[in-house]
């Protein structure tokens, strides 16, 4: 089973930042399709962004980009998601997920972290 675990979620008012990471402990990142999927309360979980393992080829759902933006650090074994201009629909819980192949934002990857509860509000 592979173990990752996301951070850097917060509380943030309209307008502000915050960098999310993903980081494996017991595989290698970078051989994997990574995505970032959120979650509101009583919604649906949605994609918002995926990168690729093979060339980096990066994806964002419309409601996000230009606003966030995907990296991968493979020596620090991490996958970041950087929020700019956060609005309060952006408010969730943030999962980043890991599949050997799929490369998309429909939530059909093989493995899954915990998530963290990202709070925008004044």
């Known amino acids: 089973q592979l173990q990752f675990v996301e951070s850097g979620g917060g509380w943030v008012q309209p307008g502000g930042s915050l960098r999310l990471s993903c980081a494996a402990s017991n595989f290698t990142l970078a051989n994997y399709v990574i995505g970032w999927f959120r979650q509101a309360p009583g919604k649906e979980r949605e994609g918002v962004s995926t990168?690729?393992?093979?060339?980096?080829?990066?994806y964002y759902a419309d409601s996000v980009k230009g606003r966030f933006t995907i990296s991968r650090d493979n020596a620090k074994n991490t996958v970041y998601l950087q929020m700019n201009s956060l609005k309060p629909g952006d408010t969730a819980v943030y999962y980043c997920?890991?599949?050997?192949?799929?490369?998309?934002?429909?939530?059909?990857?093989?493995?899954w972290g915990q998530g963290t509860q990202v709070t925008v509000s004044s």
């Open positions: 997920a890991a599949d050997a192949h799929y490369f998309g934002l429909s939530d059909e990857y093989d493995y």
């Open positions: 990168i690729s393992s093979i060339d980096g080829t990066t």
